[in-house]
Every structure is written in structure tokens, then in C-alpha cells.
């Protein structure tokens, strides 16, 4: 990721602070763009370093696989339990499939992967793997108050006690396998080095300060 673009991924997702205090139906157009650039300056990344052929093919098998897991929810409620997709009905197909969070889920995979190859480029791959996995996890778990709330993607409720805490952790072990598997098919990049910073961990860590947010704003209310 090119600085100019990291400052533009940065400067977006800070806007998504203001929206912590309106309504989460309002400036829908937000969660578009913002999806929509972060995954495309992570396939633009993909084909920069790896080719198009590679990239295509990388960045198809992670955005199926988790489409695959929504898919899997919608119809059968597992892995991820009962969950009810909001958001526009324009950015759904069937009425029912969201497009946004498994393009999300390209994005923050991406995003993790490079950032861990960065800081820990001397890691094997299998190591690799399991520090973004841990990545990718802990920002989903970061970012559920943001999605569920503030944002309303899906209607979701980790907090309701009983059975819900099993279907939450069913839910996050998927995600941990998915994100440790599919870390592995990003193509080996033997001439990263962490310099001055790194880009793809700055945008990372402006969005889980956005997530942290409103964690502060919005979980006192849910406990």
C-alpha cells in the first residue's frame, strides 16, 4: 500500500468517528466507500506484488470462503448463530446475502497478513499464519460494537448470555481456522522489511481505534 493511499484509508476511517453520534442508518454511503476502498487497495496490492493472476485467485478463494460462512448462516444459522443481516437492501443479494462483510473480511485479512509479515518477517509460514489469524480475530472482536450498533450490519446479540456465549465462540474458532488457512495462500513476499512504519499497520490501527471508540461509547449501555 502506497502512502498516499494509506493517508486516504486513514483519513476515511477517522471520519467514521463522527458517525458514533447519529443514527446508524444515516450516511449509509460511508460504509460503502469505505469497505469498497479498503478491499480494493488490498486487491491492487495483492496484484502489485503477486501478480493479477495471483491476486485473482487469492483474493476469490477468501472472498468465497467467507461468503460461503454468511451463506451458511443465512440458511442453517451456523457457524455464526442467529444473525439477521440489516443494512440497505440494494447492497444485498436475494434480500438476504450482504455483500459488504465479506468484502470487509478480504480487507482486515489483508490488511492483518501484511502487517504481520511486516513486523515479523523473519517468521515461518505456519507462525506467520497464526499472528495473523490472532490479528484478524481480535479486530473482529474489536469491531463488533462498531458493526452491531453503531453501524447496524447485522442483529447479533454476543451478550445475551447462556447458549449465546457457545455460538460466540463457535463462531470466533471458525473464524480463527478461516483466517489461519486462508493467511496461507497470500503469496510469500521474501523482500518486505519494516522500515520508518508500515502502512497497511498504520490503517489497521486507525481502525481499531475507531472499533475501541466505540466500544467506549457504546458498551456501557449494552452491559
Same mark, same amino acid.
Given at each position: 500500500? @502506497? @502512502? /498516499?493511499?494509506?493517508?486516504?484509508?486513514?483519513?476515511?476511517?477517522?471520519?467514521?468517528?463522527?458517525?458514533?453520534?447519529?443514527?446508524?442508518?444515516?450516511?449509509?454511503?460511508?460504509?460503502?466507500?469505505?469497505?469498497?476502498?479498503?478491499?480494493?487497495?488490498?486487491?491492487?496490492?495483492?496484484?502489485?506484488? !503477486?501478480?493479477?493472476?495471483? !491476486?485473482?485467485?487469492?483474493?476469490?478463494?477468501?472472498?468465497?470462503?467467507?461468503?460461503?460462512?454468511?451463506?451458511?448462516?443465512?440458511?442453517?444459522?451456523?457457524?455464526?448463530?442467529?444473525?439477521?443481516?440489516? /443494512? %440497505?437492501?440494494?447492497?444485498?443479494?436475494?434480500?438476504?446475502? %450482504?455483500?459488504? %462483510?465479506?468484502?470487509?473480511?478480504?480487507?482486515?485479512?489483508?490488511?492483518?497478513?501484511?502487517?504481520?509479515?511486516?513486523?515479523?518477517?523473519?517468521?515461518?509460514?505456519?507462525?506467520?499464519?497464526?499472528?495473523?489469524?490472532?490479528?484478524?480475530?481480535?479486530?473482529?472482536?474489536?469491531?463488533?460494537?462498531?458493526?452491531?450498533? !453503531?453501524?447496524?450490519?447485522?442483529?447479533?446479540? %454476543?451478550?445475551?448470555?447462556?447458549?449465546?456465549?457457545?455460538?460466540? !465462540?463457535?463462531?470466533?474458532?471458525?473464524?480463527?481456522?478461516?483466517?489461519?488457512?486462508?493467511?496461507?495462500?497470500?503469496?510469500?513476499?521474501?523482500?518486505?522489511?519494516?522500515?520508518?512504519?508500515?502502512?497497511?499497520?498504520?490503517?489497521?490501527?486507525?481502525?481499531?481505534?475507531?472499533?475501541?471508540?466505540?466500544?467506549?461509547?457504546?458498551?456501557?449501555?449494552?452491559?
Amino acid at each position: 500500500m @502506497k @502512502k /498516499g493511499t494509506a493517508i486516504l484509508s486513514v483519513i476515511l476511517t477517522l471520519l467514521g468517528g463522527f458517525l458514533l453520534t447519529r443514527e446508524s442508518s444515516t450516511y449509509a454511503w460511508w460504509d460503502v466507500v469505505w469497505v469498497l476502498l479498503l478491499a480494493i487497495l488490498s486487491y491492487i496490492g495483492l496484484v502489485t506484488h !503477486a501478480g493479477l493472476a495471483k !491476486a485473482r485467485a487469492c483474493a476469490g478463494i477468501v472472498v468465497v470462503v467467507f461468503s460461503a460462512f454468511i451463506a451458511l448462516t443465512v440458511f442453517t444459522g451456523w457457524p455464526l448463530g442467529p444473525i439477521r443481516f440489516c /443494512g %440497505p437492501e440494494a447492497l444485498k443479494l436475494g434480500n438476504s446475502f %450482504p455483500l459488504l %462483510p465479506p468484502l470487509l473480511a478480504f480487507a482486515l485479512l489483508s490488511l492483518c497478513q501484511k502487517t504481520a509479515a511486516q513486523i515479523f518477517s523473519s517468521a515461518g509460514r505456519n507462525a506467520l499464519a497464526i499472528i495473523t489469524a490472532g490479528f484478524f480475530c481480535l479486530t473482529l472482536a474489536n469491531g463488533l460494537v462498531f458493526l452491531c450498533k !453503531a453501524r447496524l450490519w447485522w442483529l447479533w446479540n %454476543p451478550w445475551g448470555g447462556g447458549s449465546t456465549y457457545f455460538q460466540v !465462540a463457535m463462531a470466533f474458532v471458525m473464524l480463527a481456522l478461516a483466517g489461519f488457512f486462508l493467511s496461507r495462500i497470500y503469496p510469500e513476499d521474501t523482500g518486505l522489511k519494516l522500515t520508518r512504519w508500515s502502512p497497511e499497520g498504520v490503517v489497521l490501527l486507525t481502525i481499531n481505534m475507531l472499533f475501541i471508540a466505540a466500544n467506549i461509547l457504546l458498551l456501557p449501555r449494552l452491559l
